[in-house]
């Protein structure tokens, strides 16, 4: 059944479907919906399988641009561009625009920043470079990962099935017979944390940060039905999803130079003060805004490579655990097209939905955008663009192509010192 049949009221999809959806909400009591926030409202909106969801709502920027017709005619899910926003003047650059949506300050969109040539090398940076040790991924929790990543093993499997191999899991095999399972693998968590922030960065630091127990019920699996349950891969300083917290004692791990260009052109290209105006400045804290030297300040330090299926979602969350909170935070979309909602600082606050295509980069920046709840409710199936499909000309690219058939990629890069922050070698000891 394709999503196009999803939308056609006479298909026989469709109505096999009604019925379903029927069916399973029969016994559903109406108070339920009354108990939601505005942003699980949406999301519950967004995430149905049944109706299709409306995306009339959905600021849709691609629109705008000619260029990117065929892209939108090629899927079948299309938002709107007639909804509120402001485009900014960009002073160097021809073919760039950026955006703003005045419900949200300090959120600035930039629809189609990368080229067709940068979407496909970051999906092999993502792939093929960067989800491999020494680098952590979701899987490593519970699987030892073969040395030349999974991606090489999968590609060398897809050229000759005799080269398949069987990834072993993590606890050993006493503990695989007697434990009980404490952890699946897979989507993040939600837990609650601590905002981080140059004054409480010694608690944070100094707190203990177990590594997460391995799955005991995990069984060896071969490497390409592995793949799809990739679902991150850390970048820079090193996470800690049991906390939610940054753990310094890893030590930092390399940032790509071509990522951290691509960020740096994406703040760098923004006219700042265009964006806040004349606002007020107060609730930055001390360490910001610097209008002036923002661009030599921004140096992003951390990350996470995200990958999603069609059926993954990504929950209402505040990205908070990086000591600077006046660093914008940059975004890149690949592959797949999503809806990605931003609100406010509580969840009571009606989100913003916004539909993200590939290569379209998101800035979060200020304190409203930076610490307001965000989510990725829906991946919108068939929406790989045609630049990322299987090329005639370049069998290389096909393991990616077919890869990307069902899949997103969001890089989400983030700067958690502000600049001149001293992070101590000891800080036990005090300071
Ligand atoms: O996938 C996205 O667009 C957002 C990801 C995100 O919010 C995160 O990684 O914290
Ligand atoms: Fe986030």
Same mark, same amino acid.
């Given at each position: 059944?394709?999503?196009?049949?999803?939308?056609?009221?006479?298909?026989?999809?469709?109505?096999?479907?009604?019925?379903?959806?029927?069916?399973?909400?029969?016994n559903?009591?109406n108070?339920v919906?009354?108990?939601?926030?505005?942003?699980?409202?949406?999301?519950?909106?967004?995430?149905?399988?049944?109706?299709?969801?409306?995306?009339?709502?959905?600021?849709?920027?691609?629109?705008?641009?000619?260029?990117?017709?065929?892209?939108?005619?090629?899927?079948?899910?299309?938002?709107?561009?007639?909804?509120?926003?402001?485009?900014?003047?960009?002073?160097?650059?021809?073919?760039?625009?950026?955006?703003?949506?005045?419900?949200?300050?300090?959120?600035?969109?930039?629809?189609?920043?990368?080229?067709?040539?940068?979407?496909?090398?970051?999906?092999?940076? *993502?792939l093929?470079?960067?989800?491999?040790?020494?680098?952590?991924?979701?899987?490593?929790?519970?699987y030892?990962?073969?040395?030349?990543?999974?991606?090489?093993?999968?590609?060398?499997?897809?050229?000759?099935?005799?080269?398949?191999?069987?990834?072993?899991?993590?606890?050993?095999?006493?503990?695989?017979?007697?434990a009980?399972?404490?952890?699946?693998?897979?989507?993040?968590?939600l837990?609650?944390?601590?905002?981080?922030?140059?004054?409480?960065?010694?608690e944070?630091?100094?707190?203990?940060?177990?590594?997460?127990?391995?799955?005991?019920?995990?069984?060896?699996?071969?490497?390409?039905?592995?793949?799809?349950?990739?679902?991150?891969?850390?970048?820079?300083?090193?996470?800690?999803?049991?906390?939610?917290?940054?753990?310094?004692?890893?030590?930092?791990?390399?940032?790509?130079?071509?990522?951290?260009?691509?960020?740096?052109?994406?703040?760098?290209?923004?006219?700042?003060?265009?964006?806040?105006?004349?606002?007020?400045t *107060?609730?930055?804290?001390?360490?910001?805004?610097?209008?002036?030297?923002?661009?030599?300040?921004?140096?992003?330090?951390?990350?996470?490579?995200?990958?999603?299926?069609?059926?993954?979602?990504?929950?209402?969350?505040?990205?908070?655990?990086?000591?600077?909170?006046?660093?914008?935070?940059?975004?890149?979309?690949?592959?797949?097209?999503?809806?990605?909602?931003?609100?406010?600082?509580?969840?009571?606050?009606?989100?913003v939905?916004?539909?993200?295509?590939?290569?379209?980069?998101?800035?979060?920046?200020?304190?409203?955008c930076?610490?307001?709840?965000?989510?990725?409710?829906?991946?919108?199936?068939?929406?790989?663009?045609?630049?990322?499909?299987?090329?005639?000309?370049?069998?290389?690219?096909?393991?990616?192509?077919?890869?990307?058939?069902?899949?997103?990629?969001?890089?989400?890069?983030?700067?958690?010192?502000?600049?001149?922050?001293?992070?101590?070698?000891?800080?036990?000891?005090?300071?």
């Amino acid at each position: 059944m394709s999503a196009i049949d999803l939308h056609d009221p006479t298909s026989a999809a469709y109505k096999k479907a009604k019925r379903q959806y029927l069916n399973s909400t029969r016994n559903r009591k109406n108070t339920v919906e009354l108990d939601w926030s505005p942003f699980r409202a949406a999301e519950k909106r967004f995430k149905a399988r049944f109706p299709p969801p409306d995306l009339s709502g959905v600021l849709d920027l691609a629109l705008l641009d000619d260029t990117r017709t065929p892209e939108i005619q090629a899927g079948i899910w299309k938002g709107s561009s007639d909804l509120d926003f402001r485009e900014l003047r960009l002073e160097n650059s021809s073919n760039i625009k950026a955006y703003t949506t005045p419900r949200i300050p300090g959120l600035v969109l930039l629809p189609g920043f990368l080229s067709h040539e940068k979407q496909k090398e970051l999906v092999r940076w *993502s792939l093929a470079d960067h989800a491999r040790h020494p680098n952590e991924t979701n899987l490593d929790i519970h699987y030892t990962l073969p040395d030349e990543g999974l991606w090489t093993a999968c590609e060398r499997a897809r050229r000759d099935p005799c080269e398949e191999i069987w990834v072993q899991p993590r606890a050993s095999t006493s503990e695989l017979q007697t434990a009980a399972a404490k952890e699946a693998p897979g989507p993040r968590q939600l837990v609650n944390n601590t905002p981080a922030a140059p004054d409480n960065f010694i608690e944070l630091y100094n707190s203990p940060k177990p590594p997460s127990s391995p799955s005991t019920t995990v069984q060896p699996t071969l490497a390409t039905a592995l793949l799809p349950k990739l679902r991150w891969a850390n970048i820079g300083w090193y996470y800690h999803w049991g906390t939610k917290q940054y753990d310094f004692t890893k030590g930092k791990g390399k940032i790509d130079d071509v990522l951290a260009d691509v960020c740096r052109g994406a703040v760098n290209v923004v006219n700042w003060n265009q964006v806040y105006g004349q606002s007020d400045t *107060s609730d930055w804290g001390e360490s910001g805004p610097e209008w002036k030297t923002w661009d030599k300040d921004y140096e992003p330090d951390a990350g996470i490579v995200n990958f999603y299926q069609t059926k993954d979602t990504l929950m209402a969350h505040v990205d908070r655990s990086e000591v600077c909170a006046t660093s914008p935070l940059v975004s890149i979309s690949l592959g797949n097209a999503a809806v990605f909602l931003i609100g406010g600082l509580t969840r009571d606050i009606e989100p913003v939905p916004i539909l993200l295509r590939s290569g379209d980069v998101v800035i979060m920046s200020g304190p409203e955008c930076r610490r307001a709840f965000h989510g990725v409710p829906r991946i919108l199936e068939n929406t790989l663009p045609d630049h990322l499909a299987a090329q005639l000309d370049e069998p290389q690219w096909a393991h990616f192509a077919e890869y990307m058939a069902t899949t997103r990629i969001n890089i989400n890069v983030r700067q958690v010192f502000p600049k001149g922050f001293e992070v101590p070698v000891k800080p036990d000891t005090g300071l």
